[in-house]
């Protein structure tokens, strides 16, 4: 059981990645995911989360307001993967990004938004550097 952050790099401001949390012995869908990311000398912040999967929905999503309207959340349930598009990347956004997996969906709420400490199962991180 693996779950994988990468598609990080070296950008300069204004450009944009696409960060994927890949999942190998398990199923994504209909999971909760989290991206989470920690700057130089900063602590772990949550910045979006997809909420489980229902009948009707791929989940909620939550942004952090520092990264609302740039960064877009998704799943593609054939790759077992969910994807962080960043768009109009600062020199703010370096940090190593990561990607957790919450069971039991009580981490990504509209009221609360990322609750870091309900995510249950983590991977290894992915560096994203953005240059000025």
């Known amino acids: 059981v693996q779950l994988q952050a990468s598609g990080g790099g070296l950008v300069q401001a204004g450009g944009s990645l696409r960060l994927s949390c890949a999942a190998t012995g398990f199923t994504l869908d209909p999971l909760a995911v989290g991206w989470f990311r920690q700057g130089p000398g900063k602590e772990r912040e949550g910045i979006s989360c997809?909420?489980?999967?229902?009948?009707?929905?791929?989940?909620?999503?939550y942004y952090e307001d520092s990264v609302k309207g740039r960064f877009t959340i998704s799943r593609d349930n054939a790759k077992n993967t969910v994807y962080l598009q960043m768009h109009n990347l600062k020199p703010e956004d370096t940090a190593v990004y990561y990607c957790a997996i919450d069971f039991r969906d009580l981490g990504c709420t509209e009221v609360d938004g990322v609750k870091t400490d309900e995510f249950d199962y983590w991977g290894q991180g992915t560096q994203v550097t953005v240059s000025s």
């Open positions: 997809i909420s489980r999967r229902d009948m009707s929905t791929d989940g909620t999503t």
